[in-house]
């Protein structure tokens, strides 16, 4: 279950890491849409979605989905706005 909650936790550190490459940052998000295979575990990723969005969080909808690629559990899609 600790590697999972890592697994979990990286991912959305992995989107901050593309944003910024992208110039862009946490901040930035204006929509997340969050797929997971078992809605049970909504609110473990739900307390991690908060570390990493914890003001002032964008848009989210979340769907429980019946299968991912490549056998994942859940995943998670951000659009981001960076003016200028």
């Known amino acids: 279950m600790q590697k999972e909650c890592f697994l979990k936790g990286n991912s959305y550190a992995n989107i901050k890491n593309i944003l910024s490459e992208a110039g862009a ?13 078992d809605i049970k575990e909504f609110s473990e990723i ?30 998670l899609e951000v659009i981001a706005y960076k003016e200028g």
């Open 46 to 75: 739900n307390t991690i979605y908060g570390r990493y969005f914890d003001t002032d969080p964008p848009a989210r909808s979340t769907v429980e989905v019946s299968n991912l690629p490549k056998g994942a559990k859940f995943e």
């Open 25 to 37: 940052a946490l901040h930035d998000v204006v929509k997340a849409t969050l797929y997971l295979k």
